[in-house]
Each structure stands twice: as structure tokens, then as C-alpha cells.
Nanobody, 124 residues
Framework: QVQLQESGPGLVEPSQTLSLNCTVS??????????WSWIRRPPEKGLESIGY???????YINPALESRASISRDTSKNQFTLQLSSVTPEDTAVYYC????????????????WGQGIRVTVSS
């Protein structure tokens, strides 16, 4: 059973950089043909894909966030990390890490394992 667990700060000040880790157990982030994503849900809004890193270490970032977001990994720790710079209150959301997608970004039924989510508030 693959399990994912997000960790990081629950409160970030505006203009700072948000850094979140996702620790994976029960499976390797280097397993061929797997994708590992960051997703968020702002208050009263739907899910938004931030991006992914795949088993080969290649990344995709949502074009709306690509100037501020990056995803990296540490295969020795079986972790992948989101960094989001210059945050504003509009980045307040519950952030999830998940395995997927298989073929289509934002096709939520293709994300088969999810973390429980971490609530991040951007406020001074």
C-alpha cells in the first residue's frame, strides 16, 4: 500500500517561499512510469494541479505557476518537494501530494494515492 505524507509550515508570510515535502512509503518514487504530483484546493474552489515530477526526474509545472513553482526530489529519502516563491494570500489552500496522473493532468481519478493534505495559510 502506497502512502504519502505532506509536511511543512502551516503559516507563511506574504512574499516568502513556501516549501513542502512529501514522504512516500510503500513504493518508490523512482519506479518506472510513475508520476508524483502536487495539487492544491483553495478555499471554496476546486482542485488545481501545481505540477509533477516523474520517475525519471522530469518535471511539469502548471503554466500559471511556472514562474514561482518548482518540484524536486530526493530519491534516497523517497521524498519530493514543492517550492513556491513570492506567495500571496491567494496561495492559501490545502496542499496535497499524490501519485499520478497516468495520462491526463487534472483527471483526478488517475491519481490513485493521495496524502491527507496540509493546510497552508499565507498571512502576515
Amino acid at each position: 500500500q502506497v502512502q504519502l505524507q505532506e509536511s511543512g509550515p502551516g503559516l507563511v508570510e506574504p512574499s516568502q517561499t513556501l516549501s513542502l515535502n512529501c514522504t512516500v512509503s510503500g513504493g518508490s518514487i523512482a519506479t518506472a512510469y510513475t508520476y508524483w504530483s502536487w495539487i492544491r484546493r483553495p478555499p471554496e474552489k476546486g482542485l488545481e494541479s501545481i505540477g509533477y515530477i516523474n520517475s525519471g526526474g522530469h518535471t511539469y509545472i502548471n503554466p500559471a505557476l511556472e514562474s514561482r513553482a518548482s518540484i524536486s526530489r530526493d530519491t534516497s529519502k523517497n521524498q519530493f518537494t514543492l517550492q513556491l516563491s513570492s506567495v500571496t494570500p491567494e496561495d492559501t489552500a490545502v496542499y496535497y501530494c499524490a501519485r499520478g496522473p497516468k495520462t491526463r493532468i487534472g483527471q483526478w481519478d488517475e491519481y490513485d494515492y493521495w496524502g491527507q493534505g496540509i493546510r497552508v495559510t499565507v498571512s502576515s
